[in-house]
């Protein structure tokens, strides 16, 4: 089983790559470069992908921290309701 540091330096490798590919496209925009629509939708879609499953990575790892937190049962509940809400409902 890998330590916490392995794991946090796998967390943000997730958020580089989500980052290149954000950058990718910025740098497309601020040189003025020809985009190709169908290459940009892609990057776009693979940095919504790779953002999702750094959350739930995130989550599978430090659920039991957030929960432990001290923060108050409600506080935790109202919390979670809000991310679920905005996660599913647009």
Do not use: W
């Not at 997730?14 to 020809?34: D, M, S, T, W, Y």
């Not at 990057?43 to 432990?68: M, P, Q, T, W």
């Amino acid at each position: 089983m890998p330590n916490a540091n392995d794991v946090d330096r796998q967390l943000v490798h997730r958020l580089n790559r989500v980052q290149g590919q954000i950058e990718a496209i910025r740098k497309r925009l601020l040189n003025n470069e020809p985009m190709d629509c169908v290459e940009t939708l892609r990057l776009i879609k693979a940095a919504n992908n790779a953002l999702k499953k750094f959350g739930e990575a995130y989550v599978s790892v430090h659920l039991k921290d957030c929960v432990r937190n001290d923060v108050s049962r409600e506080e935790l509940e109202q919390g979670l309701q809000e991310v679920v809400a905005s996660a599913f409902y647009l």
